[in-house]
């Protein structure tokens, strides 16, 4: 299994920004970010694919997020900006895909999840 770290959380007020960070370990095609926030499912958020197969955004991200991976030093990150209250929510980064769409959670890998609350 691919093993994956996440960093980068915390507490920012309404229209900030932050960067998330997961540090991975191993060969994954595909790999995403994903979220859940109080009392909801987890959605797919952001999602990468090598080799020329390009980034997947969920409507919600689309204009204020931005995915990428740096293979050089093995991270995926995920900048937001323009953070609004519900972003609030644990978000978790996801490797090899088996299937489906990638933002859907089929995943065999995933992270920890980090915090990420916004305050209006």
């Known amino acids: 299994r691919v093993q994956l770290v996440s960093s980068g959380g915390g507490s920012v007020p309404t229209g900030g920004s932050l960067r998330l960070s997961c540090r991975f370990s191993?060969?994954?095609?595909?790999m995403a970010w994903f979220r859940e926030g109080p009392g909801k499912e987890r959605e797919g958020v952001a999602a990468?694919?090598?080799?020329?197969?390009?980034?997947f955004y969920a409507d919600s991200a689309k204009g204020r997020f931005t995915v990428a991976q740096d293979n050089a030093k093995n991270t995926l990150y995920l900048q937001m900006s323009a953070l609004k209250p519900e972003d609030t929510a644990m978000y978790y980064c996801?490797?090899?895909?088996?299937?489906?769409?990638?933002?859907?959670?089929?995943?065999?890998?995933w992270g920890q999840g980090v915090q990420v609350t916004v305050s209006s």
């Open positions: 990468v694919c090598s080799g020329g197969d390009g980034t």
């Open positions: 996801a490797a090899e895909h088996s299937g489906g769409s990638v933002l859907s959670a089929q995943y065999e890998s």
């Open positions: 191993g060969y994954s095609h595909c």
